[in-house]
């Protein structure tokens, strides 16, 4: 059954006391949206998600409750349950014979929150066999604006074998091999804006430049926000390897 992520309107505190409050009733869910390979739209990857639920049962979107989190230091254990749920998911589709790998997006503040994230890494220790599905996903502006007050535990999480991912790229000049030495092996770039590159004054040789970048660096570019088949068609002139977007599937709740 679809689920429905509703706008809220409720003052600050109303969402602030909702997520204290769906944190202690275990109302927390996951959702999952597909990545596809492409042009096959083989599922491949899965992004999760976390969503507050209030009493009445609707599910209220990061984008409403994430900042109030980080201010009243609750993002921790957002993230840490996301993370156990990733986990718990991960094990099951093992159980069946299947491989997807799941990108969990980490918020700074938990990496900064040494009482969370000891417990985030010692249970990562717990579950190792799980380094090459488990991808950690920062947003670009985090990465370059935090980077160094949370490289150390970054670090911590690289040598135990996990890997990370950049989304919400906004500007396209990074050095990919630096990144990937980071063990950065994946980068989301809108479809929007990669259209709107391609289609600028050189820039189809702007793109193809991009991609030899990504090929040398070996970080696999994922193509996010796709929603519609014209989209599609002009990304594929692209030879582009994986999409994500409503056009392959809206995120929905895991069950698991």
Avoid: W
């Avoid at 969402?15 to 083989?42: C, H, K, M, N």
């Avoid at 040494?114 to 417990?119: K, M, P, S, V, W």
């Avoid at 990669?194 to 193509?223: C, F, H, K, N």
């Amino acid at each position: 059954m679809q689920c429905q992520v509703r706008r809220l309107f409720n003052p600050a505190q109303d969402i602030l006391a909702i997520t204290r409050d769906a944190l202690e009733r275990a109302r927390v869910s996951l959702f999952l949206q597909p990545i596809v390979s492409l042009p096959t739209r083989r599922v491949e990857y899965y992004e999760a998600y976390s969503r507050i639920q209030d009493h009445g049962g609707n599910f209220i979107g990061p984008q409403q409750y994430l900042e109030l989190a980080e201010r009243a230091g609750l993002v921790g254990a957002i993230d840490n349950n996301l993370l156990f749920r990733c986990v718990q998911l991960l094990r099951r589709v093992r159980r069946h014979n299947r491989d997807y790998g799941f990108f969990c997006n980490v918020s700074p503040h938990t990496l900064r929150d040494e009482t969370f994230f000891g417990q985030f890494i010692e249970f990562l220790s717990e579950n190792l066999e799980l380094a090459d599905d488990l991808i950690f996903e920062f947003s670009q502006i985090d990465v370059e604006t935090h980077y160094n007050e949370f490289a150390d535990n970054l670090d911590r999480l690289a040598k135990l074998g996990f890997s990370f991912s950049i989304d919400r790229v906004e500007r396209l000049d990074i050095n990919f091999m630096e990144i990937a030495k980071r063990n950065f092996h994946y980068v989301k770039i809108d479809a929007a804006s990669l259209i709107a590159l391609a289609s600028s004054e050189s820039g189809q040789e702007q793109v193809r430049y991009l991609q030899e970048d990504l090929i040398d660096s070996r970080v696999t570019m994922i193509v996010e926000k796709i929603e519609t088949e014209p989209q599609l068609v002009e990304l594929l002139d692209y030879n582009i390897r994986f999409g994500q977007g409503y056009l392959f599937g809206e995120p929905r709740e895991s069950k698991t």
